[in-house]
């Protein structure tokens, strides 16, 4: 029996299996790790608990582009829904809505920006209304 033998599984760490060489068949693994072994089991288990927690989430579609109050608002109201409903995990629910506070934040200096913008160019216009005689100033 060759000393090098290793059972080619892994641990759930994701560490090498580590069981004693004399436990290690032709087939390069240990009884647990052997088709139909504990281990390989539990693993395949673990590993599709994990694939359908990704999975589960909000679908893209679901949310609007966000372009005004009203799509933030139905994204909320969306999110808030998914987390009622377990479909949502709070971790990703709280990402998402840190998303539309920040995309409602940034929204409300562009808006504050261009009403300046649209003042500004008011002024300017009156200014130069008022230079050329075509209204009086009152
Ligand atoms: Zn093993």
Sequence with gaps: MSRERQCSGSKADGSPCGAVPQ?????????????????????????????????????????????????????????????????????????????????VRAEGERAAVEVLDELRAEIDELKSSLASGSIRAI
């Design 23 to 103: 436990l290690v068949n032709a087939d390069g693994l240990c009884p647990a790790h052997r088709p139909g072994g504990r281990r390989e089991m539990s693993e395949r288990g673990r590993k599709g608990g994990r694939a359908n927690k990704r999975a589960a989430g909000l679908d893209p579609s679901e949310l609007p582009p966000l372009t005004s109050h009203a799509d933030a608002q139905s994204w909320l109201e969306t999110i808030g829904r998914a987390v009622a409903s377990g479909r949502l995990p709070e971790r990703q629910a709280q990402a998402a809505i840190r998303a539309v506070a920040e995309w």
